[in-house]
């Protein structure tokens, strides 16, 4: 019954979310794809053997388990989460580079909530702490 009435309460998302872009990437990167997913958004680059992706969601995203560095992304609180154990090349490989997922043991991620917007962000990639917060600063917000 608990189901059903979850079920029933369903409705469709119609909040668009803003379109955000990452505006700068290191050299070497190219972008492989962009989803919209209602009240997400993936964007996904590839460059040497290795991707970077950014989400971000109207609600909570998935973060790494384990301790979190506090950093800023700008002046916001943010979290960074270092890599388990060092990337090495494997897994899905397309065109010319391997997507990594947010859960692999190589892969760093920086996470943070806009608290103007509620919106929650994610980047999780092979890429070092400074590159991925150069990253999230240069994101090219929507116009206001």
Sequence with gaps: EDLTRMAESVRPDTEQLPEYRLGWMPAGYREFERTVLG???????????????????????????GEAEAVKVNGMEAWYWQAEEPYESGGMTMSTGTIAGPG?????????????????????????????????????????
């Design 39 to 65: 009240s997400a958004v993936q964007e996904t680059w590839l460059g040497r053997d290795a991707s970077v992706t950014l989400l971000y969601a109207a609600g909570p995203v998935e973060l790494p388990e």
């Design 104 to 144: 692999a043991a190589g892969v760093n991620t920086l996470a943070w909530k806009d608290p103007s917007t509620e919106i929650c962000f994610r980047i999780h990639g092979t890429v070092d702490k400074d590159t991925m917060l150069q990253i999230a600063e240069q994101i090219k917000f929507p116009a206001q």
